[in-house]
C-alpha cells in the first residue's frame, strides 16, 4: 500500500513538472510573438515618419509608449493590427497616442 502512494506521488510531481515545462514554454512563446510583433510595430511607426505621414515628435511619442510598455503597447499593436493603410494608421496614431 506504501509503495502504491509513493508510486502515485512519483506519478503526480511528473505529472506537475510536466505541466510546468509546457507553461514555461508557452510564456516563452508569448514572449517572443510580442516581440516580434513590437519589432513589426516600430518598422512600421518608422516607415510612416520616413514617408513624413508622422513628425518627429510623433514618432517620439509613440518610441516613448513603446519603451515605457504597458497597457498602451497592446493598444497600439491593436490598432496597427485593424488599421491597414498606412494614412489612416498614421491619423489615427496623432489621435490617440501623439
Not at 511607426?45 to 513624413?52: C, G, I, S
Not at 503597447?73 to 497616442?97: I, Y
Given at each position: 500500500m506504501v509503495s502504491a502512494m509513493e508510486a502515485q506521488r512519483h506519478e503526480m510531481q511528473a505529472l506537475l513538472e510536466q505541466e510546468r515545462e509546457q507553461n514555461t514554454k508557452l510564456r516563452e512563446q508569448a514572449l517572443l510573438r510580442e516581440q516580434v510583433q513590437i519589432a513589426a510595430l516600430q518598422s512600421r511607426?518608422?516607415?510612416?515618419?520616413?514617408?513624413?505621414l508622422l513628425t518627429d515628435a510623433e514618432l517620439y511619442a509613440v518610441e516613448d509608449i513603446v519603451g515605457?510598455?504597458?497597457?498602451?503597447?497592446?493598444?497600439?499593436?491593436?490598432?496597427?493590427?485593424?488599421?491597414?493603410?498606412?494614412?489612416?494608421?498614421?491619423?489615427?496614431?496623432?489621435?490617440?497616442?501623439?
Open positions: 511607426v518608422q516607415a510612416l515618419h520616413t514617408a513624413q515605457d510598455g504597458g497597457d498602451q503597447v497592446a493598444a497600439l499593436l491593436e490598432l496597427s493590427g485593424r488599421m491597414v493603410g498606412d494614412a489612416a494608421f498614421s491619423r489615427q496614431l496623432r489621435r490617440k497616442h501623439a
